[in-house]
């Protein structure tokens, strides 16, 4: 495996590739690499003849009082891990180069409404940086597929929405969420949680499954289950932001006629956030 750490040599890399008829599949991350990155690049080798992914903690979409300074950094152990996996290139970029006016003058890139419901409430302009992010690595690395997970569902639908409306010639796909043994969804800052917490940390799954399932009665009063669901993360420890039932094709707030819904929520137990989501169709 080759680790670069400037686009212009990233892009040589690249453009060898291309003059061969070669296939590029990459996988953007922050790094701390667990089975759910690795379920995306080996699937990414599946699907192109070459594989890329990134490390960058991208300090834009990351709000006052963050963990950006906090957030582990693993780069030894990572690279081990990709070199297992028969990674092509791992792209390591630089903060000056990835941002060269400056973080406070660099271009943004806004993908409205749906980065401002959900985790875009509480974390405002998160969306902002994520999608400017993400534009300014497609351009270096100029990929044919761009694999996410879903459990980030919501960053999902706003890359998506981003590809298609700046018309990036890449195709996004999206990735199930791998789960712990007990359900859990697989996250870095699954690190944060004490040995009491991870106990209780599968709750939040199971509280989405009971949902999953309530959801689907006749006569279903989807704000009732919200806020019932919501009371019951409260109660078990947590420290709910949302826990809410939405369109799955855009994310608006769902009703009994909507039949395929994806039912999302994020909570705090202690300093780690935690989301997950889980997707239903009614008609099933």
Same mark, same amino acid.
């Given at each position: 495996?080759?680790?670069?750490?400037?686009?212009?040599?990233?892009?040589?890399?690249?453009?060898?590739?291309?003059?061969?008829?070669?296939?590029?599949?990459?996988?953007?991350?922050?790094?701390?690499?667990?089975?759910?990155?690795?379920?995306?690049?080996?699937?990414?080798?599946d699907?192109?003849?070459?594989?890329?992914?990134?490390?960058?903690?991208?300090?834009?979409?990351?709000?006052?009082?963050?963990?950006?300074? @906090?957030?582990?950094?693993?780069?030894?152990?990572? &690279?081990?891990?990709?070199? /297992?996996?028969?990674? +092509?290139? !791992?792209?390591? #970029?630089?903060?000056?180069?990835?941002?060269?006016?400056?973080?406070?003058?660099?271009?943004?890139?806004?993908?409205p409404?749906?980065s401002?419901?959900?985790?875009?409430?509480?974390?405002?302009?998160?969306?902002?940086?994520?999608?400017?992010?993400?534009?300014?690595?497609?351009?270096?690395?100029?990929?044919?597929? @761009?694999?996410?997970?879903?459990?980030?569902?919501? &960053?999902?639908?706003?890359? /998506?929405?981003?590809? +298609?409306? !700046?018309?990036? #010639?890449?195709?996004?796909?999206?990735?199930?969420?791998?789960?712990?043994?007990?359900?859990?969804?697989?996250?870095s800052?699954?690190?944060y949680?004490?040995?009491?917490?991870?106990?209780?940390?599968?709750?939040?799954?199971?509280?989405?499954?009971?949902?999953?399932?309530?959801?689907?009665?006749?006569?279903?009063?989807?704000?009732?289950?919200?806020?019932?669901?919501?009371?019951?993360?409260?109660?078990?420890?947590?420290?709910?932001?949302?826990?809410?039932?939405?369109?799955s094709?855009?994310?608006?707030?769902?009703?009994?006629?909507?039949?395929?819904?994806?039912?999302?929520?994020?909570?705090?137990?202690?300093?780690?956030?935690?989301?997950?989501n889980?997707?239903?169709?009614?008609?099933?």
């Open positions: 495996m080759n680790t670069v750490f400037d686009t212009a040599t990233l892009r040589e890399i690249v453009a060898q590739w291309r003059r061969k008829g070669e296939r590029v599949a990459f996988v953007p991350t922050m790094g701390n690499l667990h089975d759910g990155h690795i379920s995306l690049l080996t699937h990414a080798r699907l192109a003849d070459r594989t890329v992914a990134s490390i960058f903690v991208n300090p834009i979409q990351f709000g006052v009082g963050e963990d950006y300074t @906090a957030y582990p950094s693993t780069l030894q152990a990572d &690279q081990d891990k990709l070199t /297992r996996i028969g990674l +092509d290139v !791992l792209f390591v #970029p630089n903060l000056d180069e990835l941002y060269p006016a400056g973080m406070e003058e660099d271009t943004r890139v806004t993908v409404s749906l401002s419901i959900l985790c875009g409430k509480y974390r405002p302009g998160h969306f902002t940086g994520v999608a400017t992010v993400v534009t300014k690595l497609f351009f270096s690395v100029q990929p044919d597929y @761009a694999l996410f997970g879903e459990k980030d569902l919501q &960053q999902l639908m706003v890359i /998506r929405r981003m590809v +298609d409306d !700046l018309r990036i #010639p890449v195709e996004i796909i999206g990735k199930s969420i791998v789960r712990e043994a007990d359900g859990l969804a697989m996250s800052r699954n690190s949680l004490s040995t009491e917490e991870r106990e209780v940390a599968p709750i939040i799954y199971r509280t989405l499954q009971k949902a999953s399932i309530d959801v689907c009665a006749p006569g279903a009063d989807f704000r009732k289950i919200e806020s019932s669901c919501f009371a019951h993360l409260q109660v078990s420890g947590f420290k709910p932001e949302y826990f809410s039932i939405r369109r094709f855009d994310l608006a707030k769902a009703t009994n006629q909507d039949r395929k819904l994806s039912i999302l929520t994020a909570a705090w137990l202690g300093t780690a956030r935690l989301i997950d889980i997707q239903v169709n009614a008609d099933d």
